[in-house]
C-alpha cells in the first residue's frame, strides 16, 4: 500500500502544525507535501512590530521553525510555489512556481493560505500598480525587513510617520516608531483600538497622546499627497492633510482565498472559508488558520478573527482529524486578545474578550456594562499601577459575555481568567465569588477582576 | 420596634466586611458593635513581609479602612476588647477591656477573631512566659514594628537571621531579610513552599540558594540555643546548630478560637469552626474568617486555609445574610495561592491552586501530573523567563484536580486561569483548547498553560 498523499497549501502556523500533526499521527504511512508562496514558513507576524521597534535582534528569530527542520522532519516543503486552481474531481492542486505550471495530486488536501494585509486603491499607483514609495503594510517577514530599511531612511529624531489604522497593528506601529523617535500620526476611521468600547478606547487614546503620539479619530486616509511616486502626506475623508514621510497600512487583512471556487466551498462573504468543528471544509478538503471564519461560541455566528492562536489550535485539529477522523473539535472563538502600547511614559496593557456592546447588540443580545477601577496590586506596593476592568453580562441571567481591560504592568493577561470563564459560560456571580490568586505584588485582596463581577453582579 | 443588635468579635477583615455589608443592607435598623482584642483594624497581614523589606512606608499604609472610618460609618468599634464567652442562653458575650470584665447581650453574633502566629514552647523562655529576646513571629502590625526595630538592631549588611518554617511567611520573610542584605537560613521540617509538590518547590529552593539564602530542609528547629535570655542559635531535630541573632517564627496560625465552647458548636480537630455555606454556625451565630475552616471545593473535605481573600468573601457573604437571610453562599476553597521570592539575581513567582500530588493521595483521587517548562512571553522578546507549570488530572474523566507554577515576571498570577477552570469542572482538554490571550510581549501563540493541559491531556 503506497503512503496517503497529504497536500498543504501554506506553510504557516495553521499548515505547518497541520503537516506536523499528521506525521506524528499517522507515522511514515503519510506522505507530506507543504506549497508555500513565499519563501518564509513558521514566522510570528505578531513579532515584527517588535523587531521593528528594536527588541528582537532580527527577522530569524520570529521563525519558529526553519524550513530545514520541516524538512528534517520528512516534509516536502517547496517555496516560490503559488496555488492557482483546484481541481476536486481530478483531486489535484495546479500551481505555479519558478519552472512553470505544476500539478500535485493529493488524497487529503489542507489549505491554509492566510491571509494578506489589506491594500487600499488610495495606496496604490495606478500607473505602476505598485504602493507609492514609503506606504507598507506589515504582515510578511519581507514586509518587516523593508520597514527596517525606511525608517533607517529617516532623520534620527525626526520623520513623520503616519499610521493608517488604529487596531492591533495599528498601536504596535505607533509604538514602535514612536520609540525609535519619529513624529507619529494615528489616522483611523473610527477610534483606536475599535474593538474595545469607546470608554476604554478612550483610555487608550489618551495613553498614546501622552507619549506624544498624534491620534486622528472618527476619519479615514482617503488618500495620498504623493511627489515623484513618493509619499509626502495623507489626507483624511474630512479632507484634512497630515504631512508624511512614511505611511503605515495597519488596514487589517483579508483571506488569501482568491485562487478558490467559493462558490463550491463554504464560505462567507469576505471570502474567509467556514469549516466544520473538526476542520473539515468538504470531502478530503480541509482548512486552518487565517484563511477561514470561525464560529463565535457565544453567539454561535460565524466571524472572521484571523489570529495566530486559533491557527496554531485549527492547525493541529486538522492534523489530527485527517488521520484519526473525530478526534478532536475546535470550540469556537471568543474573540479574546491582547496588546500593549508602551512609549514616553505610557505603559499600557491592553486586552479584550467575549462581545463588546457594540457586538453584543448587534447580536440582539441585551447586556448591562460596568467599568470598574482599581488596582493591580496592593496600593501600598510599587507594583501597583491602575487598571481599568469592563464586564458585560445579561441582565436576565447574569451570565457574562465579554470583558475589555486597560491598565499597567500585569492588568492584560487578567483577560484569561474572564476568557475561562466566558468559556465555560459563568455568571458574574461565579466570577466574582471564585477562589482566585492574592498577594500585595500581584493583587488587591479583593481581585480587581472580581470586584468587578461583584459591582456589576449588584446592578444587575 | 428597636434596632436589632449586631455584634462582631474582631475587627479585621472577615468581621468589618461582615459589618459593613450588614450596615449596608439592613440600613439604621442595625445597631453594630464590633470588639476587637487589639487596637488594630483591617489591616493586610499579608503586606507585613514587605513593609520589613522597605517596600512600604509605614505601617499605617497596610491599613485599609482606620477606626475613624469605621465609626464614621456608625459602627461602634470598641478596641482593647477581649471576648472571654459566650452565653447562648441569654445570647450575650462577655469580654475583658481596661474597666474590667463587661456583658453585652446581641441578637445576630459574629465570630471573627482570626487567628494567631503559632508559636512553639522552644520559643518561649519558661521563666517568664515570654519569647526569648530576638525571636518574633509576623503576624500582628505590632510584630511588623517589633520586626523593624530587631533588624535595625543588626549590623548593616551584616546579621544571621534563622527563618523557622518555610512557607508563604518564611519564604517572605527571607527575601526582606535577605534584601536588607542579612546572611538568612530558612529551617522547614519537610521543604520550602510544601504546599508545591517536591518537584517544583525544589525550583524555588534553588532560586532561594542562588540569593544566597542557606536552606536546611526535612529538619525542624526543635530548640534554641540561648544565652541572656536572647537567642544565640537554633538547634534543628537532627541536632545541627545554626548560629542566629534573630529567629522568625513562621510555623502557620492557629485560630482564635480557644474562648469558644468548641464542643458545642461546629468545629474541626484544630479549633477551626465550620459554619454552613451562608456563614452560619448556629442559631443567631455567624462565623467568618481565619478563625474558621471551609469546604475544599473538590474534594467537599473541611480543610483550614486562613488567607484574606476567603475572610473577604465569608465576611461579606455573612454580612448579606444576616439580613436577607440565604442570599449568598460560600463556594469553597480550591488553595489557590501566589507569592515570589525576589532578591539579588532571583525573581520567582510562586503560585499553586486546587490539590498537589500529596493531597489527592490522601483525598483517595487518582491523579496523573506533568510538569511543562515554558517562556512567559516570546522567546525572542526581553520580557521571555521561564516558567514552569504542573498540572494534576484525574486519567479517567480528564478533570483537572490542581496546578502549580514556578517562573519569572507575569508567571503568577496564570494561576487565577486554572483555578476558574477548577472552579467550573473543567478537563485538561477545555483548557488545553479555549481561546487564551496572546501577544509576543504576555505569552507565546500556544499559552504555557494551554501547552501543559495539551500535554497532560494526550498523556491521560
Redesign the interface.
Known amino acids: 500500500m503506497s503512503a496517503i498523499r497529504l497536500l498543504v497549501i501554506g506553510a504557516d502556523?495553521a499548515g505547518m502544525s497541520a503537516a506536523h500533526q499528521a506525521l506524528r499521527t499517522a507515522g511514515p504511512g503519510l506522505a507530506v507535501t507543504v506549497l508555500e508562496a513565499t519563501g518564509d514558513t513558521s514566522y510570528?507576524a505578531?513579532?515584527i512590530p517588535?523587531?521593528i521597534a528594536g527588541?528582537?535582534?532580527g527577522g530569524d528569530?520570529?521563525v519558529?521553525r526553519t524550513a530545514e527542520q520541516h524538512r528534517a522532519a520528512g516534509i516536502d516543503l517547496r517555496f516560490g510555489a503559488t496555488a492557482t486552481a483546484i481541481d476536486r474531481q481530478a483531486d489535484t492542486v495546479t500551481y505555479q512556481d519558478a519552472d512553470g505550471e505544476q500539478v500535485l495530486g493529493y488524497d487529503e488536501l489542507v489549505i491554509a493560505t492566510g491571509a494578506s494585509a489589506v491594500v487600499r486603491d488610495w495606496a496604490v499607483d495606478p500607473g505602476t500598480g505598485r504602493r507609492y514609495a514609503g506606504v507598507a503594510p506589515v504582515k510578511t517577514l519581507a514586509d518587516g525587513a523593508a520597514w527596517l530599511d525606511l525608517l533607517a531612511g529617516l532623520p534620527g529624531s525626526g520623520g513623520r510617520v503616519v499610521v493608517a489604522g488604529g487596531g492591533?497593528i495599528g498601536v504596535e506601529m505607533a509604538e514602535a516608531a514612536r520609540r525609535r523617535g519619529h513624529e507619529v500620526t494615528v489616522i483611523t476611521r473610527t477610534r483606536v483600538m475599535s474593538s474595545l468600547d469607546p470608554d476604554l478606547s478612550a483610555r487608550v487614546e489618551a495613553g498614546m497622546r501622552a507619549a506624544g503620539v498624534r491620534v486622528v479619530t472618527g476619519s479615514p486616509v482617503v488618500r495620498l499627497d504623493v511627489a515623484g511616486g513618493r509619499v509626502r502626506g495623507v489626507y483624511t475623508a474630512e479632507g484634512e492633510r497630515h504631512p508624511a514621510d512614511l505611511v503605515v497600512l495597519a488596514l487589517g487583512v483579508t483571506p488569501n482565498t482568491g485562487f478558490l471556487d467559493l462558490d463550491k466551498l463554504p464560505s462567507g462573504p469576505g471570502g474567509g472559508l467556514r469549516p466544520e468543528p473538526d476542520g473539515s471544509l468538504a470531502d478530503g478538503i480541509w482548512a486552518a488558520g487565517d484563511c477561514c471564519e470561525a464560529r463565535h461560541?457565544l453567539t454561535g455566528a460565524w466571524t472572521y478573527l484571523p489570529?495566530?492562536?486559533?491557527a496554531?489550535?485549527q492547525g493541529r485539529i486538522v492534523g489530527t482529524n485527517l488521520v484519526t477522523p473525530g478526534t478532536?473539535r475546535?470550540?469556537?472563538?471568543?474573540?479574546?486578545?491582547?496588546?500593549?502600547f508602551a512609549a514616553g511614559p505610557t505603559y499600557l496593557?491592553i486586552?479584550r474578550?467575549g462581545l463588546n456592546e457594540h457586538e453584543a447588540a448587534a447580536a440582539g443580545i441585551e447586556v448591562a456594562a460596568l467599568v470598574t477601577e482599581g488596582s493591580t496590586a496592593?496600593?501600598?506596593?510599587?507594583e501597583a499601577d491602575p487598571i481599568a476592568v469592563k464586564l458585560l453580562a445579561s441582565p436576565s441571567d447574569h451570565r457574562l459575555v465579554g470583558a475589555q481591560i486597560v491598565g499597567g504592568r500585569?492588568a492584560?493577561?487578567?483577560?484569561?481568567?474572564v476568557?475561562?470563564?466566558l468559556?465555560?459560560g459563568?455568571t458574574v456571580d461565579?466570577?466574582a465569588?471564585?477562589?482566585?490568586?492574592?498577594?500585595?505584588?500581584?493583587?488587591t485582596?479583593?481581585?480587581i477582576?472580581q470586584i468587578a463581577a461583584r459591582r456589576l453582579a449588584e446592578r444587575l
Chains 1, 2 share one sequence.
Do not use: Q
Not at 307 to 310: I, Q, R, Y
Not at 330 to 340: D, E, P, S
Not at 412 to 417: E, M, N, V
Open positions: 502556523a510570528s505578531c513579532g517588535y523587531w527588541d528582537v535582534p528569530a520570529l519558529a492591533y461560541r489570529l495566530g492562536t486559533h496554531n489550535k478532536l475546535f470550540g469556537g472563538v471568543l474573540g479574546t486578545a491582547i496588546t500593549r496593557e486586552a474578550t496592593s496600593g501600598y506596593m510599587s500585569g492584560g493577561k487578567r483577560i484569561d481568567t476568557a475561562t470563564s468559556w465555560h459563568a461565579d466570577l465569588w471564585s477562589d482566585l490568586s492574592y498577594a500585595p505584588p500581584f493583587s485582596a479583593w481581585e477582576v
